[in-house]
């Protein structure tokens, strides 16, 4: 379509044939590099440890080449009838689940056990943006609202398991596309209000005990040093004892004599706060900013309504995934289960959003794509 | 690609509707990293130091490292009280495999009772698996050597050495050095309140009774500190900073070891002390109470069973008799001799008659002498010499209690002698205030004539008595009775030379007693000389043959009350009931070098003369030795010769 004459010639680079985008791999890379480093020190200096997160990286990298070189096209065609299995499966997820850590989150299919609700990380902004780009944007009301209800079945599902980080990511997601998708100010403002007014429901009836101490805990950590405010309080100690220059690398107290809980997975960013300090926090997160603008410039430079809707929310909610971690290790927001992205241990979480990086990639290579 | 209906879109207004929200939300993105931003700034850069203080307070521990006790030695540096390595069989759980196994095999080896390892087991359960559990307190050296032999096949089991006080020389210090024990419920608090917990934070014992309770502040010493880094477990992961303890001082007392030995020998089998005294310093020699115990079963922890031994034993060995009142009988008969020639009631000429009893005019009470027959026409001298009851009946009535309790309070009876002991008893100098206070009663004359021969409710120590005769032969001039000479404290100055600094103990002399005539002093004094010299006197017998010109007065004391009439019989009277015997000595007579005071509870025969006059006549034997002193004022037969051992003044 509005693919130009200069546009034709960058197709032809190399990288182009490839499918990748070289400024995010480079940003992707950076920040896994790091949390390679970072969990060597963090999980005890042991070399298993950083071995395991090296091949997950490889298994990562691999997946996001390989969905980088699916047209976006393939995505839209198979949005609905794969957004359906994926309800399907968090429906067993909650009848025949695997539990684990208290919660109901694994499928074991015999062959593999894998988490339903990583999965539909991707298909729930698929099947939104493909579910508002069928109409010229902006989207009109009737849209927006059915749109809220396709968001909401995973949602709760994934509340249900319990998975309130999950569960927080994938309803972003869909909120993501349908404010790029033009949503009016005036719905957005009456959403907030709705959601405001849900809180309460939310925290009498839905949210369980241990989410509420969660809250609780958030609010005054100090109320239990040694129990619930334990991980927040030590956590905080971590990043504040790092000062400007940090301990230096595999020097950070906190971390190296186990008095940060959870230091390798969801508080790795104290980990990484305490040895490297305010300089490293600022480097950090320059690099997380660097991948989301180059998100959105794929985002911006897409040709299609469905594939920029896409992309934008894709990248924000990796965006979504740096607030929430670092917001909570550092005493902003309760304790939710949320990684660093790219840099925490843990394949799972990883792996899908190598894979969301391998739609972007896309995205930004597959430019012969037409309505 | 199948949508619901044709939709004709306007792609460049899409385009830029969805820049303008992809702007706003980028916007949002800078804000959220700003103020994530200025969060972890806050933490790092605002509360930096709060933080720091609170990590290193989580890593950091102190781990407490107790100062090696000061050692005690007597006055020619012989070791009194020493630190002796304990050993104790140690297991941490988490270097053995098979723990069971393990401390089935090694109890095998070194004969450790089923009953210390259900001990182990049991207080293994409540300790964390890296930290060492006690198997047994205190392996012999045989099971140490045999368990070093052996130790390879027991990874995780271990010897640990304890410095524990020991007393070599046994119940002979006890009740001078006292001992140490560990710090109880009732010491920790004292502590607390004092200030001094953290001090004591890794000591084992703390000073009971005696030198070592006196001066524990002294022997102590300063605490040092590891400082260690620990992990969320409490693991000690490295040792950062060591400030070592600074030992105790080592004490030095003015005890002569020898002395003390001599003291015990001759008191074996009796109930009773010996104190003797350097009357030109008031330093302690020897201080021995018969029976004692040994200190060292107190160290580890007497058991039940040998307490209760030491408790109920009829000898009452855990009490120090050197410092509890006894009758002093006529031991006093000087002082109260030199408080009449004071009070000018008598003279050294003013003779009296003794018909063998005395009565007071009205009453029909009769005073005994302890000769029935009397001693006819008396003065001072033989008054002493003979010990003359009739004498001191007819100067105590004359002389009236509140003369006699004034001028013995002068002497130090009735009162601490200041001693740096904390077990010392002030004993009892009646007067007519005090039986008020205690009695609740009048006082009555025929107790002032019991007064005048030491009976009645007085009682002295035999400390006291030695004070008291201090300030006799020093012609007033009061010493302060103490056992600590030096203490000597291990400098370090910061070249690395290391030397032991000894800072001589001075004790204020006290205001000296004063009297209107200094001539009376030596008419006493004369007279405590013939005691011992003049054959016939009380005190002859004892010391025939010694030569270095002592001087003493004997005593024997009622310690049952005698009816009217009624003749004392030793033989007849049970065990408690019998006299107790004293003796009080100096020598030599122109330059007394040492003075002693002797008590004996219920001898089978005899008094004072018989039974504790040998006792201080072997003491003063032992400190003289070969030793010939002639006296210049009195011509005595033996003429000098050289000394062999000479003891220096301290």
């Known amino acids: 379509m509005r693919s130009s004459g200069q546009d034709q010639q960058k197709v032809h680079t190399l990288w182009q044939r490839l499918h990748i985008d070289i400024p995010l791999l480079l940003g992707l890379l950076t920040l896994l590099a790091l949390g390679l480093f970072l969990v060597y020190s963090a999980g005890g200096q042991e070399v298993a440890v950083v071995y395991r997160k090296a091949r997950s990286i490889g298994v990562a990298l691999l997946g996001m080449f390989i969905v980088a070189q699916i047209p976006p096209l393939v995505y839209r065609k198979w949005a609905v009838p794969v957004f359906v299995l994926g309800l399907l499966m968090l429906v067993s997820v ?176 104290s980990v990484f706060s305490e040895e490297f300090g305010l300089i490293g926090v600022a480097a950090l997160l320059a690099v997380y900013l660097f ?81 | 690609m199948s949508p619901r209906r044709v939709v004709i879109r306007n792609q460049s207004a899409e385009a830029n509707l969805f820049a303008r929200r992809t702007f706003i939300a980028f916007s949002v993105v800078v804000l959220v990293l700003l103020v994530l931003f200025g969060n972890v700034f806050n933490l790092q850069v605002e509360s930096f130091e709060k933080y720091q203080t609170r990590s290193n307070s989580n890593r950091i521990k102190l781990l407490p490292v107790a100062p090696n006790r000061g050692l005690i030695y007597d006055r020619n540096g012989v070791l009194l009280a020493d630190n002796k390595p304990v050993y104790s069989l140690e297991v941490i759980a988490e270097d053995v495999d098979d723990i069971k196994a393990s401390v089935e095999q090694v109890s095998l080896l070194l004969n450790i009772s089923s009953e210390r390892q259900a001990k182990f087991f049991k207080s293994m359960k409540s300790k964390r698996r890296f930290k060492p559990v006690e198997l047994h307190s205190r392996l012999s050296d045989q099971q140490v050597a045999l368990f070093s032999v052996n130790q390879h096949k027991f990874p995780g089991v271990f010897v640990n050495a304890r410095l524990k006080r020991y007393y070599p020389f046994s119940d002979l210090t006890t009740h001078n050095l006292g001992y140490v024990a560990r710090i109880n419920r009732k010491d920790a608090k004292k502590l607390e309140q004092e200030g001094k917990s953290e001090n004591y934070a890794a000591t084992y014992g703390i000073g009971r009774l005696g030198i070592e309770r006196y001066y524990e502040d002294m022997l102590h010493g300063t605490i040092g500190h590891q400082e260690v880094e620990i992990n969320n477990q409490g693991r000690v992961i490295r040792t950062l900073n060591y400030t070592p303890p600074v030992p105790g001082k080592d004490l030095t007392l003015t005890l002569d070891i020898e002395l003390q030995m001599i003291a015990k020998r001759a008191l074996s089998g009796k109930r009773g002390a010996v104190v003797a005294m350097d009357p030109r310093t008031g330093g302690i020699l020897a201080m021995y109470s018969n029976p ?71 009453l029909p009470n009769k005073y005994r002498d302890w000769k029935p027959w009397g001693h006819g026409m008396v003065n001072l001298t033989k008054a002493i010499e003979q010990s003359c009851n009739i004498y001191f009946y007819d100067l105590a009535f004359k002389l009236g209690i509140t003369k006699i309790s004034n001028m013995m309070e002068k002497f130090g009876f009735g009162d601490y002698t200041g001693i740096d002991i904390h077990e010392e008893s002030k004993a009892i100098m009646p007067s007519v205030a005090w039986k008020r206070e205690r009695y609740n009663k009048s006082w009555y004359t025929g107790e002032t004539l019991s007064v005048g021969i030491g009976q009645s409710y007085w009682t002295v120590t035999p ?188």
């Not at chain 1, 209800?149 to 398991?161: D, E, G, R, S, Y």
């Not at chain 2, 010299?533 to 270095?548: D, I, L, N, R, V």
């Open chain 1, 291 to 371: 991948v989301v603008m180059r998100g959105l410039w794929i985002a911006v430079n897409a040709q299609h309504a469905f594939t920029k809707l896409l992309a934008g929310s894709l990248t924000l909610t990796f965006f979504v995934y740096v607030f929430v971690n670092i917001g909570m290790v550092s005493g902003l927001l309760p304790v939710v289960g949320v990684p660093l992205p790219l840099v925490s241990y843990g394949g799972t979480s990883m792996v899908t959003l190598m894979l969301g990086f391998g739609i972007l990639m896309a995205i930004s290579t597959h430019r012969r794509f037409h309505v």
């Open chain 2, 463 to 650: 400390l006291q008595l030695t004070q008291a005769l201090t300030t006799l032969v020093n012609h007033g001039e009061r010493k302060v009775p103490h056992l600590l000479k030096a203490n000597s404290e291990l400098i370090i100055e910061s070249s690395g030379n290391a030397y032991h600094q000894i800072t001589p103990t001075i004790y204020e002399p006290r205001a000296p007693l004063k009297l209107k005539d200094d001539k009376n002093w030596n008419v006493v004094l004369e007279a405590m000389h013939s005691t011992v010299q003049k054959f016939g006197a009380t005190a002859y017998k004892p010391f025939k043959g010694s030569t270095y010109d002592a001087s003493g007065k004997t005593g024997s004391a009622q310690v049952a009350r005698i009816k009217q009439d009624e003749k004392y019989d030793a033989k007849a009277t049970s065990e408690n009931q019998r006299d107790n015997a004293m003796f009080i000595a100096f020598a030599p007579f122109d330059k007394p070098e040492i003075v002693v005071a002797v008590a004996i509870e219920n001898v089978a025969k005899g008094g004072g003369a018989t039974n504790a006059a040998p006792v201080a006549r072997q003491v003063m034997d032992q400190y003289f030795g070969d030793r010939v002193i002639t006296s210049q004022t009195h011509k005595t037969k033996v003429n000098s010769a050289t000394p062999t051992k000479h003891h220096e003044a301290d």
């Open chain 1, 94 to 269: 909650l009848l025949f689940g695997h539990v684990g850590k208290g919660a109901q989150r694994w499928l074991d299919l015999g062959f593999i056990k894998f988490q339903p609700s990583e999965i539909m990380k991707l298909i729930v902004p698929i099947m939104i943006a493909w579910f508002v780009s069928q109409d010229s944007l902006p989207v009109k009301i009737s849209t927006v609202v059915q749109a809220f209800i396709l968001v909401l079945l995973p949602t709760l599902l994934i509340a249900k398991q319990p998975d309130l980080g999950t569960s927080l990511l994938i309803a972003s997601s869909g909120i993501f596309v349908i404010f790029l998708a033009g949503a009016s100010w005036k719905l957005i403002s009456a959403c907030v209000g709705l959601a405001s007014a849900f809180v309460p429901i939310l925290w009498m009836f839905l949210m369980k005990p241990y989410q509420k101490q969660r809250v609780m805990t958030f609010l005054n950590p100090e109320q239990d040093p040694l129990g619930s405010g334990y991980h927040i309080i030590q956590s905080k100690i971590a990043i504040g004892s790092g000062g400007i220059e940090g301990k230096g690398w595999l020097q950070g107290t906190q971390s190296q004599l186990e008095f940060l809980p959870e230091r390798h997975t969801d508080f790795i960013f």
């Open chain 2, 292 to 362: 004692s115990f040994d200190g060292n079963l107190f160290v580890h922890g007497i058991s039940s069973k040998n307490y209760s031994k030491l408790l109920n034993s009829k000898d009452l060995p855990l009490i120090n008799r050197s410092v509890q009142g006894y009758p002093p009988a006529s031991t006093v008969k000087p002082f109260l001799a030199l408080t009449g020639l004071e009070e000018k009631i008598i003279t050294p000429d003013t003779q009296i008659h003794d018909p063998g009893w005395y009565q007071l005019e009205g």
